[in-house]
């Protein structure tokens, strides 16, 4: 009866181990493979790296991306992260935060704010 006790806190955590770690991963891992495999032309994808893509062809474990208009690059299906719904898009022309506004500058030098006075 004494083994038996000193064995129960080490099934118990392998038991924790699995259904906290193992068992999430796996189902992770078969998500993605579920993902890559209902790959088509014309989705757009992100890969592992963060590259930005749309599959041209799925050819067995091989994928064709065309990274921009007439570049295409081959990839392994491992390699695409997540498929890219329009609204997860990089947004390319957002603006700048530092700019100053041509308004706020009119602005100054109506009220004489401006630096450069003369005398």
């Given at each position: 009866m004494g083994s038996l006790g000193s064995i129960l806190p080490l099934v118990l955590l392998v038991v924790v181990f699995y259904f906290l770690l193992i068992r999430p991963q796996r189902k992770r891992q078969q998500e993605?493979?579920?993902?890559?495999?209902?790959?088509?032309?014309?989705?757009?994808?992100?890969?592992t790296t963060g590259l930005f893509a749309t599959v041209v062809t799925v050819?067995?474990?091989d994928v064709i991306l065309e990274v921009a208009p007439g570049i295409e690059t081959r990839w392994v299906k491992a390699a695409i992260g997540r498929v890219v719904t329009p609204g997860d898009a990089p947004?390319?022309?957002?603006?700048?935060?530092?700019?100053?506004k041509t308004e706020d500058v009119k602005d100054e030098t109506k009220n004489g704010d401006s630096s450069t006075k003369q005398s």
């Amino acid at each position: 009866m004494g083994s038996l006790g000193s064995i129960l806190p080490l099934v118990l955590l392998v038991v924790v181990f699995y259904f906290l770690l193992i068992r999430p991963q796996r189902k992770r891992q078969q998500e993605a493979v579920k993902m890559q495999n209902s790959l088509t032309p014309g989705t757009r994808v992100m890969t592992t790296t963060g590259l930005f893509a749309t599959v041209v062809t799925v050819d067995n474990e091989d994928v064709i991306l065309e990274v921009a208009p007439g570049i295409e690059t081959r990839w392994v299906k491992a390699a695409i992260g997540r498929v890219v719904t329009p609204g997860d898009a990089p947004v390319e022309d957002e603006p700048v935060a530092d700019e100053v506004k041509t308004e706020d500058v009119k602005d100054e030098t109506k009220n004489g704010d401006s630096s450069t006075k003369q005398s």
